[in-house]
């Protein structure tokens, strides 16, 4: 059976949140998670949506405008109040359809901890209560980002702006208790590239507005989304493996090169023209040039500086011994690849053995290439590993880094060195940028309403009314 059905979807993630309708492959909108408020002189409030117009509000630095996020450091809503204007902002003016006319179908990160029933409260309540949604779905988005691309079990590595997020899903099963976070993402490279251009844009312009003292949330904002995000996807790059053994490996071919020199001197006096001419090509050492705009300037920093943002991530103790080598992404990767062939055959059992309640869509795929018949049965932790790391997803606008994807593959094949790795990358940048609201897409597009968890408002009412919403061993099961 098709359903000739039409849903609102929205994905609203920490950096941009983008709505649309799950009959268009593009969004209507794709608008920061946060808003400024501006206050007049009556003292009325006024929220700011929308990436220009806030580009063009924080512009103005009035010191009074502040920027507000909605998401927390999880990917998680705090800001209930302006997630309600947001979301009637995007209906109104963005998809131009009253909420009570279509399905709402919405994405939620999957944390490791126990899910948070009053967030599923809150969205209930904010989607049936207050815009008054015929029938309101949640997925979970990596779930979501892996059934979409036709896998059941996969290793869904999102690299957004408050983090990565390292999600291994077997059997349509996400096991939670292996999901691993890394509090190093985009957010912390804007910060990284403001900390290391600013000496420099100040040094040369002697600009004050560069200087921290005096920075309010509107100008830190406006440089995230001005000319930080051209940096990051103009200059930043990934080398292939670590940065310290790449230099290390230049300068020991600039010393054979220096070497050979030496001897062809000795060999012949006629060549030592050219041996004193000629130097090692070090490619770590080569120039790459950034317009800064707000100045009209050209910027210019070595490869290696370039590759140095990127490199924290991987390795976040080279910015303070504060930060653990444990909290780089290649060793929390093997730990949560670890950890999903430790917990798989526990998690199976107890999943199987939960009813159905108030909360977040789940499904056990049946869709997918790589469903290895084994759902019932136990399955090996190496077994376990080989799914994950033959189906590596790799998305989030972060990852656009150029490199990334092979970085990622060396940091998991030294820590996995039998096994095959594969992985999985859309080429398409802007399907990258929105592949958790694809996902989405595909959830709300499910040939039939009953392969998707979705819930009326009587559903609501009467779940309320029996209680179910406050068992949190039925939230463990739906969140999975
Ligand atoms: P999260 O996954 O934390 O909820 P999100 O889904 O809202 O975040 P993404 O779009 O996945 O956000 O990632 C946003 C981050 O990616 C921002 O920090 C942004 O500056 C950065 N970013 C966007 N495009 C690029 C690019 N081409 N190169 C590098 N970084 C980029």
Same mark, same amino acid.
């Given at each position: 059976m098709?359903?000739?059905r039409?849903?609102?979807?929205?994905h609203?993630?920490?950096?941009r949140?983008?709505?649309?309708?799950s009959?268009v492959?593009l +969004?209507?909108?794709?608008?920061?998670?946060?808003?400024?408020k501006?206050t007049?002189?009556?003292g009325k409030?006024?929220?700011?949506?929308?990436?220009y @117009?806030?580009i063009d509000?924080?512009a103005?630095?009035?010191?009074d405008?502040e920027v507000?996020?909605l998401?927390d450091?999880?990917g998680l809503?705090y800001n209930w109040?302006?997630?309600e204007?947001?979301?009637r902002?995007?209906?109104?003016?963005?998809l131009?359809?009253s +909420?009570?006319e279509?399905?709402l179908v919405?994405t939620?990160?999957?944390t490791?901890?126990?899910p948070d029933?009053?967030?599923l409260?809150h969205?209930?309540?904010?989607a049936f209560?207050?815009?008054?949604?015929?029938?309101?779905?949640?997925?979970i988005e +990596?779930?979501?980002?892996?059934?979409s691309?036709?896998?059941?079990?996969?290793?869904?590595?999102?690299?957004?702006?408050?983090g990565?997020?390292?999600?291994?899903i077997?059997?349509?099963?996400?096991?939670?208790?292996?999901v691993v976070r890394?509090?190093?993402g985009?957010?912390?490279?804007?910060?990284?590239?403001?900390?290391k251009l600013?000496p420099m844009?100040?040094?040369?312009?002697?600009?004050?507005?560069?200087?921290d003292?005096?920075?309010?949330?509107? @100008?830190?904002?406006?440089d995230?989304?001005t000319?930080?995000?051209q940096?990051k996807?103009?200059?930043l790059q990934?080398?292939?493996?670590?940065?310290?053994?790449? %230099?290390?490996?230049y300068k020991?071919?600039?010393?054979?090169?220096a070497?050979?020199?030496?001897q062809?001197?000795?060999?012949d006096?006629q060549?030592?023209?050219t041996?004193?001419?000629?130097? +090692?090509?070090n490619?770590l050492?080569?120039?790459?040039n950034?317009l800064?705009?707000?100045?009209?300037?050209?910027?210019?920093?070595?490869?290696? @500086?370039?590759?140095e943002f990127? %490199?924290?991530?991987?390795?976040?103790?080279?910015?303070? !011994?504060?930060f653990?080598?444990?909290?780089?992404l290649?060793?929390?990767?093997a730990?949560?690849v670890?950890?999903?062939?430790a917990?798989?055959?526990?998690?199976k059992?107890?999943t199987?053995?939960?009813?159905?309640?108030?909360?977040?869509s789940?499904?056990h795929?049946?869709?997918g290439d790589?469903?290895?018949?084994?759902s019932s049965n136990n399955i090996s932790?190496?077994?376990?590993?080989?799914?994950?790391?033959?189906?590596?997803?790799?998305?989030?606008?972060s990852?656009?880094?150029?490199g990334?994807?092979q970085?990622i593959i060396?940091?998991l094949?030294?820590?996995f060195?039998?096994?095959?790795?594969?992985?999985f990358?859309n080429?398409v940048m802007? !399907?990258?940028?929105?592949?958790?609201?694809?996902?989405?897409?595909?959830?709300a597009?499910?040939?039939?309403w009953?392969l998707g968890k979705w819930?009326?408002? %009587?559903?609501?009412?009467s779940?309320?009314r029996d209680?179910?919403?406050?068992q949190?061993a039925?939230?463990?099961?739906?969140?999975?």
């Amino acid at each position: 059976m098709t359903l000739n059905r039409k849903c609102v979807v929205i994905h609203n993630g920490s950096h941009r949140t983008v709505a649309g309708f799950s009959n268009v492959e593009l +969004p209507q909108c794709i608008i920061p998670s946060s808003y400024v408020k501006r206050t007049d002189d009556a003292g009325k409030a006024k929220f700011i949506f929308g990436t220009y @117009d806030m580009i063009d509000t924080t512009a103005e630095k009035r010191s009074d405008d502040e920027v507000y996020t909605l998401m927390d450091s999880q990917g998680l809503p705090y800001n209930w109040e302006a997630l309600e204007l947001q979301w009637r902002y995007m209906y109104e003016t963005q998809l131009k359809v009253s +909420p009570e006319e279509l399905p709402l179908v919405i994405t939620m990160p999957v944390t490791n901890g126990k899910p948070d029933m009053s967030i599923l409260e809150h969205y209930y309540e904010l989607a049936f209560d207050k815009l008054k949604v015929p029938v309101f779905q949640i997925v979970i988005e +990596p779930l979501a980002i892996a059934l979409s691309m036709g896998k059941s079990s996969a290793f869904v590595i999102d690299m957004g702006a408050s983090g990565c997020n390292v999600t291994p899903i077997i059997d349509g099963i996400v096991v939670k208790n292996a999901v691993v976070r890394s509090k190093f993402g985009g957010d912390f490279l804007d910060f990284q590239v403001h900390e290391k251009l600013a000496p420099m844009i100040k040094e040369e312009n002697d600009m004050e507005n560069m200087a921290d003292e005096g920075k309010n949330s509107t @100008d830190v904002w406006h440089d995230a989304n001005t000319w930080i995000q051209q940096f990051k996807s103009t200059m930043l790059q990934v080398s292939e493996k670590d940065l310290i053994e790449l %230099e290390r490996y230049y300068k020991e071919q600039a010393e054979i090169f220096a070497r050979q020199q030496e001897q062809l001197k000795q060999m012949d006096q006629q060549l030592q023209y050219t041996a004193l001419m000629g130097s +090692p090509n070090n490619p770590l050492l080569q120039k790459k040039n950034f317009l800064f705009k707000p100045l009209n300037k050209t910027i210019t920093l070595d490869f290696k @500086d370039c590759y140095e943002f990127a %490199e924290y991530l991987f390795k976040p103790q080279l910015i303070s !011994d504060k930060f653990s080598p444990e909290d780089g992404l290649g060793p929390l990767m093997a730990k949560s690849v670890k950890k999903a062939g430790a917990s798989i055959n526990s998690m199976k059992a107890n999943t199987s053995a939960n009813p159905n309640g108030l909360g977040t869509s789940h499904m056990h795929a049946t869709a997918g290439d790589n469903a290895n018949g084994s759902s019932s049965n136990n399955i090996s932790p190496e077994q376990v590993y080989s799914l994950l790391l033959t189906n590596i997803i790799i998305t989030g606008s972060s990852s656009l880094i150029e490199g990334m994807e092979q970085r990622i593959i060396k940091e998991l094949s030294i820590r996995f060195p039998q096994y095959k790795l594969t992985t999985f990358a859309n080429q398409v940048m802007m !399907d990258r940028k929105i592949q958790g609201w694809l996902g989405a897409v595909t959830m709300a597009n499910l040939p039939s309403w009953n392969l998707g968890k979705w819930y009326s408002k %009587e559903d609501y009412e009467s779940l309320k009314r029996d209680g179910k919403q406050s068992q949190p061993a039925n939230a463990s099961a739906n969140t999975n």
